[in-house]
């Protein structure tokens, strides 16, 4: 396990200074969430968020698994994606878990939550990390916002509303594309998951995620967008085409692309 830790420690180091490559890429007719153009730089690991010695790293492929072949063999969008690696066996933490987060703290800051209406992305899951010794078939990677929930009912200025999504629709290959308005729960962390109900203890759809928050002025803001796993069970897998309104962001070795909306290769 050190020798592990001492390497995918190396790695997510360097991914923050890869994704140092392409610079601001403007979408035509992007919705109110994400209007300025967006930097490849302005996404990397998020330092503060890094429990333990996980990879979030920009990466080519993968391919296959073995014997796949068609959309599924390859990644949706480009030659690359986004992969993640989490142990929950350190030694060294308590409780015994990793946690990582690859995310953009820049470009989506002070926009408005309420405004969001698309999310989704595409996952390469194995069927190790379905089995019951990692954690079974609803053991994926999350999307995370770090928000201002603003509002009456919320006595914070800072929540992080958690995308938890449901089984994976196929195992050792990649998955269409997963939509997070209509797969899976949703809930808050802290005193705002307390004050809207919508807790871990008891999820909501996304629908009811946003209509609690849609109390009184001034409305919910974004601080960050993010995709990542953690503290829970051991991953090792991919994610792609992180869709957030009509932006697609396209996960690749040598950065983060912008991309239309759409729901596969273009």
């Given at each position: 396990?050190?020798?592990?830790?001492?390497?995918?420690r190396t790695r997510v180091v360097a991914t923050?200074?890869?994704?140092?490559?392409?610079?601001?890429?403007?979408?035509?007719?992007?919705?109110?969430?994400?209007?300025?153009?967006?930097?490849?730089?302005?996404?990397?690991?998020?330092?503060?968020?890094?429990?333990?010695?996980?990879?979030?790293?920009?990466?080519?492929?993968?391919?296959?698994?073995?014997?796949?072949?068609?959309s599924a063999a390859r990644p949706p969008f480009?030659?690359?994606?986004?992969?993640?690696?989490?142990?929950?066996?350190?030694?060294?933490?308590?409780?015994?878990?990793?946690?990582?987060?690859?995310?953009?703290?820049?470009?989506?800051?002070?926009?408005?939550?309420?405004?969001?209406?698309?999310?989704?992305?595409?996952?390469?899951?194995?069927?190790?990390?379905?089995?019951?010794?990692?954690?079974?078939?609803?053991?994926?990677?999350?999307?995370?916002?770090?928000?201002?929930?603003?509002?009456?009912?919320?006595?914070?200025?800072?929540?992080?509303?958690?995308?938890?999504?449901?089984?994976?629709?196929?195992?050792?290959?990649?998955?269409?594309?997963?939509?997070?308005?209509?797969?899976?729960?949703?809930?808050?962390?802290?005193?705002?998951?307390?004050?809207?109900?919508?807790?871990?203890?008891?999820?909501?759809?996304?629908?009811?995620?946003?209509?609690?928050?849609?109390?009184?002025?001034?409305?919910?803001?974004?601080?960050?967008?993010?995709?990542?796993?953690?503290?829970?069970?051991?991953?090792?897998?991919?994610?792609?085409?992180?869709?957030?309104?009509?932006?697609?962001?396209?996960?690749?070795?040598?950065?983060?692309?912008?991309?239309?909306?759409?729901?596969?290769?273009?």
């Amino acid at each position: 396990m050190a020798a592990r830790s001492l390497s995918t420690r190396t790695r997510v180091v360097a991914t923050a200074a890869a994704v140092v490559i392409i610079g601001s890429v403007a979408v035509v007719g992007a919705s109110a969430i994400g209007n300025r153009s967006h930097a490849s730089e302005h996404w990397g690991v998020i330092t503060r968020n890094t429990i333990g010695s996980p990879v979030a790293e920009l990466r080519s492929g993968p391919y296959g698994s073995f014997g796949v072949t068609g959309s599924a063999a390859r990644p949706p969008f480009g030659k690359g994606s986004l992969g993640i690696y989490v142990a929950n066996n350190s030694t060294t933490l308590t409780p015994p878990s990793e946690k990582v987060d690859f995310g953009n703290e820049v470009d989506f800051y002070g926009d408005p939550l309420l405004a969001l209406s698309q999310v989704g992305f595409h996952v390469f899951q194995t069927g190790e990390n379905a089995s019951a010794a990692y954690g079974g078939p609803t053991n994926m990677p999350n999307i995370r916002f770090e928000i201002d929930p603003n509002g009456a009912v919320n006595p914070s200025n800072f929540t992080t509303m958690v995308w938890v999504p449901g089984p994976a629709p196929m195992v050792n290959q990649w998955s269409g594309y997963i939509d997070a308005t209509t797969n899976g729960s949703w809930y808050f962390t802290g005193t705002t998951g307390v004050s809207t109900g919508c807790n871990q203890a008891t999820m909501c759809t996304f629908a009811q995620a946003k209509a609690s928050l849609d109390d009184v002025a001034p409305e919910p803001t974004f601080y960050t967008v993010m995709v990542g796993k953690g503290r829970d069970n051991i991953w090792v897998g991919a994610v792609d085409g992180l869709r957030i309104n009509s932006r697609v962001f396209d996960f690749e070795a040598n950065g983060v692309r912008v991309r239309g909306g759409g729901g596969g290769d273009d």
